[in-house]
């Protein structure tokens, strides 16, 4: 319900001028958020309906023993879980590029490349499930249709890499916190995407499976590419939501402390995955040891680093320096053209876009 009403909106409530390739581009990625969560829900909730009938009602949908089929199970979930990965990432990439344009003064590049990238991989995203199981022993044809359509997601997020990288190219940039969050997403993103790149192969994936090193880079695309750039997005937006300005030295402290103890926490992990950990243990091999004592340390860190920045949001909803309307310096769209925080009835008359 509350995709359609996001669809139904961003397609019938624009203002006039406001044609659909002006849109920020955050707006783009909700939209196809949206077709996403109507796409992937029925199927999940469907599954879970069946899961709970096998549990409690005898029936045996995915219980070998009934004549059911477990793999049938996986294969609902992860026509859910791949694109639900990109459900919470593809609204962070939509205003990623919305602050690297901000702090680097000079116009986004590729626009419309950026909106069919995302298209593309939005669609893409509901045809790659089965590379979460491909040791599940799925024949093979099969097997060689999930790795490479897989790989073929990395096209579309290469060009969006190059846009957000050429949009900062020779721009006149500035660190303050949120394009600090924005360019340390881009490359532990960055990470997160090339190590998938190395799970997607079937061959080697035999080794990786179920090993730590999923673990690192789940992170890497879920804790730098989603959480990280939402801390971006909040810095962003934080001064316009609440009229105050928020502690800028504090800001980038909690950035340096986040990225720091984030990679001090997962890299070790890449090295114990490989070296044969694998994940969901209660306990583990000796010789893993020195690195998990490292991962751990990063995780107390990273967690504790937080308090930072809640603590700058409370004091920053609670009071400090006026923000004024347009906050940054070089801030583009309609958000900015209004006061900080922006008053009830925003908009008396139609807004002018350009
Ligand atoms: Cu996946």
Redesign the pocket.
Known sequence: MGAINIIATILNMRAPAMTLMKMPLFVWTWLITGFLLIAIMPVFAGAVTMLLTDKFFHTSFFDAAGGGDPIMFQHLF?FF??PE?YILLLPVWGFIPQILQTFSRKPMYGYKAQVYSFWAIGAL?VV??A??FFTAGLPVPALLYFMYS?MAISLPLAVLFFCWIKTMWKGSMSFETPMLFAVGWIILFGIGGLT?LVLADVAADAQYHNSYFVVAHFHYTLFAGGIMGIMAGVYYWLPKMTGHMYNEKLGKVHFWLTAISFNLTFIPQFFVGLAGMPRRIPDYALQFAEFNMISTIGAFILGFSQLLFVYNIVSCVKGGKKATDKVWEGAEGLEWTLPSPPPYHSFTEQPVVK
């Open positions: 992860w879980g791949h990965v995203s790659v499930w590379h979460h897989t998938g």
